[in-house]
């Protein structure tokens, strides 16, 4: 039985001096230095669930959908494992749903909750508690240093998009759930604004509203998503219930 909640969503607040947002990835968190120039505006939100209600939302029309078929890789403690053995069947369930003919996925991240941790290595990434979303016009442009160099100019020439895969790991997803918005409410001059991620070695994009959830966020449930979105503490939450573990994988999804 669905059941909306409510919960509270952090937007971003740009710098007051009107520089231009940027955020340090991979700072060491022992040197003091700050992660970013900006700050958070949060807003309590009414968020709908849309169990029994999945066939509404779809990639053409909202930006996302969901499914139910679960992964065949179960463990999702080793990178290489993963790459050899999810990022195939992956593969196979973008191209089934979408009738893509090439995938290329470049980039996984494996979230636990770690209560009290401040650390946020990739080793050690939590749910992000901010309404945000993975690309920018600028970053597409960029997808090419995802490719082979003699498969790009081919490739680049096709309609493409970028999709991720979101799964629940071991558990159903009931401790900070993912919170989608659906693209239909956005307005493009107002809530995205972009935002610089300073890496070591490179800069990259990352760009922010009627919001849902899937409360039955089952280990085979998982979602494509090219939509602001967020993790989010449910007030329904029962007591006692294990911490969210969760995949999201990236993948460049081109059709003939």
Request: net charge negative.
């Amino acid at each position: 039985m669905a059941c909306d909640t409510t919960g509270t969503l952090n937007y971003m607040l740009a710098p007051p001096d009107g520089s231009r947002p940027c955020h340090y990835v991979n700072v060491d968190s022992t040197t003091g230095k700050p992660v970013r120039n900006w700050g958070e505006d949060p807003h309590d939100m009414q968020i709908e669930d849309v169990r029994e209600k999945e066939e509404l939302y779809k990639l053409d029309n909202a930006g996302f959908q969901y499914g139910r078929e679960a992964a065949k890789h179960t463990s999702f403690l080793n990178d290489d494992e993963i790459e050899r053995e999810y990022y195939p069947e992956s593969i196979d369930l973008i191209k089934r749903v979408t009738g893509a003919s090439s995938i290329v996925i470049f980039d996984h991240t494996i979230r636990r909750r770690r209560p009290g941790e401040v650390d946020d290595s990739p080793q050690k990434r939590q749910p992000v508690p901010l309404v945000h979303g993975d690309q920018t016009t600028a970053s597409i442009a960029r997808v090419h240093r995802h490719l082979p160099p003699t498969e790009a100019p081919s490739l680049l020439r096709r309609r493409f998009q970028i999709i991720n895969i979101w799964r629940p790991i071991s558990h159903v997803a009931i401790d900070w759930p993912l919170a989608l918005c659906d693209f239909r409410s956005l307005d493009f001059e107002k809530d995205l604004e972009p935002v610089t991620l300073i890496y070591p070695d490179r800069e990259g994009d990352d760009p922010r509203r009627g919001f849902s959830f899937d409360s039955d966020s089952l280990q085979d449930g998982s979602v494509a998503t090219v939509t602001p979105h967020s993790g989010f503490q449910d007030p329904n939450t029962p007591e006692g219930a294990p911490l969210r573990e969760s995949i999201e994988l990236r993948a460049l999804v081109f059709y003939d």
